[in-house]
């Protein structure tokens, strides 16, 4: 599976509702026997990297100039991170 475009609205962020959009994707693939979760966070988003990982996502990759360089404040580089689910 592939998450594409998780995002939060500023002002509901720090509540939780991005670790219960990634825990319910999770869940989903556990229940239907997916063996992976897939996903493109930007380097400059700390907070969704900490997350990602804390969720147990691993880093497999970098990916320049994956993003237009105006997306992220000038940064366009990505990280691939991936959950193997058993």
Do not use: W
């Amino acid at each position: 599976m592939h998450v594409e475009g998780l995002a939060v609205e500023a002002g509901a962020r720090r509540r939780g509702v991005g670790r219960a959009l990634v825990r319910a994707s999770v869940e989903y693939a556990r229940a239907t026997r997916l063996r992976a979760i897939g996903l493109h966070v930007s380097v400059a988003n700390h907070a969704a990297i900490a997350l990602y990982e804390a969720e147990g996502f691993d880093v497999a990759g970098k990916l320049r100039g994956f993003y237009p360089p105006a997306a992220f404040g000038g940064e366009a580089d990505a990280l691939e991170m991936r959950l193997r689910l058993p």
